[in-house]
C-alpha cells in the first residue's frame, strides 16, 4: 500500500482565495482524522471521521473550515476565504479501529 | 482535561549515549499510548505503541517505552543513540479516538 497520500504538497495562495487539500487514505482504513501543526499550537486535531461520517468536528477552529468524505477512499479539507493565520502544515491521517494511525506527509499552506 | 505532557522541548545528547523522552499523561483510565517521530519536512512515523499487557514495549530503531500506571508516565528509551535519531519526538494518547499530541521534543545528537 502506497500509505495515504496527500496532495498539494505544498500551496501557497493569498489572502482571501479558497484552498482545498486532498487526502487519500490507506485503503480497508475506516477511520480519517485531519490535523494542522504549527509552531505556537503544536499538532491539533481538527476532525475525524468514522466510516465516512464525520463524527468530531470540534477542533474545527471556525466556519471557514469544512471537511468532507465522499467516499472511502478520498476527503477533503477546505478552507474558504483563507487568512493568514491559517499557514500550518496540514496531515491527514487514517486507522482502524484499535489500531494507531498513519499520517500522510502533510500539506504545508502558506497563506500571505 | 486530559493532556499529554513532554517536559523537555529540547534536549541533545552526544552520539553513542543513551537517551530518556519523559512523556506523562492525565486521563482517567488508561488510554492508548504512542509515540512518534517527525524528521523535519516529514509527517509522523510511530515509532512504537502500547495498548495492553507487558509494560515494557519496544518499538522501530532500537527504541523502547515502558508504561508505569502509577506514575501516569511512557518515557521513550534508547540505550545508543545515532546521529540519524536527530528529530522531533511526539508522545501521544488515544482515549476513545480522542487523540492527543505532547507538544514534542525536539532531539539533537551531536558527534
Known amino acids: 500500500d502506497a500509505g495515504v497520500i496527500q496532495s498539494p504538497r505544498h500551496e501557497v495562495t493569498e489572502m482571501g482565495q479558497e484552498v482545498t487539500l486532498r487526502c487519500k487514505p490507506i485503503s480497508g482504513h475506516d477511520y480519517l482524522f485531519w490535523y494542522r501543526q504549527t509552531m505556537m499550537r503544536g499538532l491539533e486535531l481538527l476532525i475525524y471521521f468514522n466510516n465516512n461520517v464525520p463524527i468530531d468536528d470540534s477542533g474545527m477552529p471556525e466556519d471557514r473550515f469544512s471537511a468532507k468524505m465522499p467516499n472511502a477512499s478520498f476527503s477533503t479539507l477546505k478552507i474558504q476565504p483563507s487568512e493568514p493565520r491559517d499557514s500550518a502544515v496540514y496531515f491527514c491521517a487514517s486507522r482502524t479501529a484499535g489500531n494507531e494511525q498513519f499520517f500522510g506527509p502533510g500539506t504545508r499552506l502558506t497563506v500571505l | 482535561a486530559q493532556s499529554v505532557t513532554q517536559p523537555d522541548i529540547h534536549i541533545t545528547v552526544s552520539e553513542g549515549a543513551s537517551l530518556e523522552l519523559r512523556c506523562n499523561y492525565s486521563y482517567g483510565a488508561t488510554p492508548y499510548l504512542f509515540w512518534y517521530v517527525q524528521s523535519p519536512g516529514q509527517g509522523l512515523q510511530l515509532l512504537l505503541k502500547y495498548f495492553s499487557g507487558d509494560t515494557l514495549v519496544q518499538g522501530i530503531k532500537g527504541f523502547e517505552a515502558e508504561f508505569k500506571r502509577s506514575q501516569s508516565s511512557f518515557n521513550l528509551r534508547k540505550p545508543s543513540v545515532h546521529w540519524s535519531d536527530a528529530a522531533e519526538y511526539f508522545c501521544?494518547?488515544?482515549?476513545?479516538?480522542?487523540?492527543?499530541f505532547g507538544a514534542g521534543t525536539r532531539l539533537t545528537v551531536k558527534p
Open positions: 501521544a494518547v488515544d482515549n476513545n479516538n480522542d487523540m492527543r
